[in-house]
């Protein structure tokens, strides 16, 4: 029982991360750059959603700390 488990367990692993990579993005960002902050999956609260900015404003890169992650 314990081996099937741990197959199991190794078969579920490997289709999860096939599923996460088919739609992941690595994205990359120049330090000392400035990039537009998009608002697109973020909570703006304004009176009428029509109404918001599609960018925040734009924001220098300064230090990355992962590969997504700056």
């Not at 739609?23 to 918001?52: A, G, S």
């Not at 404003?57 to 230090?63: D, E, G, L, Q």
């Amino acid at each position: 029982m314990k081996r099937f488990l741990e197959n199991y367990k190794k078969k579920f692993k490997i289709s999860q991360k096939k599923y996460y990579d088919a739609r992941r993005k690595d994205i990359f960002f120049i330090i000392k750059k400035n990039f537009l902050f998009n608002t697109k999956n973020l909570r703006v609260r304004k009176l009428c959603k029509k109404l918001t900015d599609r960018y925040i404003r734009s924001f220098k890169v300064v230090k990355v700390i992962g590969l997504n992650v700056y």
